[in-house]
């Protein structure tokens, strides 16, 4: 079974940085055959996309929502079987619970099977 953890949120400033983490774990996992997303859930907001790296058996291709493009970046370390969240110039709408999701072979970054409990990440002066 597949298990996700993220981990790297916290209280920054405006303006400021945070990089988060994803590290999963399971029998036979690999990267190459997983896509993998961010998503993020404001408080009395519904769940947003944020960022979609598509397993490299679908290209490996990457997608962002228009509202963090040119802040936030997503990678991968395959080594390490982690998956990253760059943000950057941070802004107080970005408070939310910062979630990755994991889907074997997945196309669409819309369906994902496997979720991490979620890591806070706060934005305030």
């Known amino acids: 079974q597949l298990q996700l953890v993220e981990s790297g949120g916290g209280l920054v400033q405006p303006g400021g940085s945070l990089r988060l983490s994803c590290a999963a774990s399971?029998?036979?996992?690999?990267?190459?055959?997983?896509?993998i997303a961010w998503f993020r859930q404001a408080p009395g907001k519904e769940r947003e996309g944020i960022s979609c790296?598509?397993?490299?058996?679908?290209?490996?291709?990457?997608d962002y929502a228009d509202f963090v493009k040119g802040r936030f970046t997503i990678s991968r370390d395959k080594d390490k079987n982690t998956i990253y969240l760059e943000m950057n110039n941070l802004k107080p709408e970005d408070t939310a619970v910062y979630y990755c999701a994991a889907e074997f072979h997945g196309s669409s970054c819309r369906i994902f099977a496997s979720w991490g409990q979620g890591t806070h990440v706060t934005v305030s002066s």
């Open positions: 399971g029998s036979g996992f690999s990267l190459d055959y997983y896509t």
């Open positions: 790296i598509r397993s490299r058996s679908r290209g490996g291709s990457i």
